[in-house]
C-alpha cells in the first residue's frame, strides 16, 4: 500500500487552474451567481472534472476559500452536541482557530477579502450560506436563518476588534474572559429571546 | 445684527489647507502620532490660528472626520441620563442617524476608511478615543476602558452587517427590531456582569 499523504488526485495544474477560475469567478459573482459549469469553462475543462476534484459547488467554495481548516468540519463537533451551551462551544473552537498564529495570518487575508466592498457578495452569498447558515439549521434552532446573521454580526465585530484592528483590552483578553463577554451574548442570538 | 447663519470665522482656503492637513496627518500618524503644531506647519499657518478655527486637537479631529453630525453633541443627551437605558437610547440615537438616508452615505465613507488596514490607526487612537471612550466616562459606568470596546465590538458588528454588507434580515429590520435584539447585549457590556 502507497502512502498518500492526503494527496488528492489530478494534475496540480489542472486542480490550480480550477481554483484560480473558481476564485476569480466567486469573486465577481457571489456564490449564487457562480455555476460549477462557469467555473470549469473558465479553467478549460470538463464540469465533471471539477465535482471529480472538489465534490460540490460548495465543498468548492470552501476550497476556493483555501482556509488553513475546514469550517463545516470543525463547526460540525460544536453543532453535534445541540444548541445548549453551543455559544460557548463556538467560541472556543473559534478562538482555538483564530488565536494559533499559524492559522492567523491566512484567516486575516480572508476576513479583509470579505470584508472589503468587493466581497460583499462572497460574504453574503457564499460564507454566511455555505459555512454560517448551516451551524444554525445543524444546531437544530429556532429561525436560523433570522439568528444566524445576528450571530455572525458580534463575531465579527469580535474579529475586527481583536484581530483586524487590534484594540484593547479585546486585542490580548485572554479566551477565557473572551468566552465569559461573548458566549451569553451568542447563546441568546441562537436560542434566546430577540423579542 | 447680521445673521451668521452659523458660519464660521477664517477665510475658506484656510480652514480648507487646514483640514487638509489635518486629514493626511491623523490618517498616517493617527491620533496620537499627529499634533496640531504638525498640522499648522503642514498647512503652513500658526498653530494658533488652528486653535483659534478648530479649537482642541479633539475638535480638529471630528472636524476633519467631516461628519454629517457631531457625534459628541448627540451622545452628549444620551450619557447626561446615566447608565440606566442607555443602551437603548445610544441605539435609537445611532439608528435615528445611520438610517437617514442623507447622513447615511458620508458615514458610510467613514466607516470604510475606519475599517480599512490603512485607517486602523485613526480608528483605534482617534475614534475609540475621542468619540467612543468619553461616552463610558460622561455615564459613570465601571471600567469604561474595559467596557466601551467591547461595546464598539457589537456597535461596529451591526454596522458591518446592516450598512455596509447588507445582509438580511438585520439590513432591512426596523429600528424597534434592532433594539429589541442589541440593547440588552449593549446593556450588559455597558453596566452588567461580564465575569
Redesign the interface.
Known sequence: MTVSRGRRPGSPDTRAAILDAARTLFASGGFSGTSVRAVAAKAGVDPALVHHYFGTKDDLFVAALALPVDPREVLASVAAEGPDGAAERLLRVFLSVWDDPELQLPLLGLA?TL?D?SG?QL??DGF?KVVIGPIGVALGIDEP??RM??V???????I???Y???????ASMPADEVV??YA??IQ??LTGD??
Open positions: 479583509r470584508l466592498p460583499k460574504l453574503r454566511l436563518e433570522r446573521p445576528v455572525a454580526s458580534q463575531v465579527l465585530g469580535l475586527l476588534m481583536r483586524l484592528l487590534e484594540v484593547e483590552p479585546v465569559g463577554i451569553p451574548t441568546r442570538y430577540l423579542s
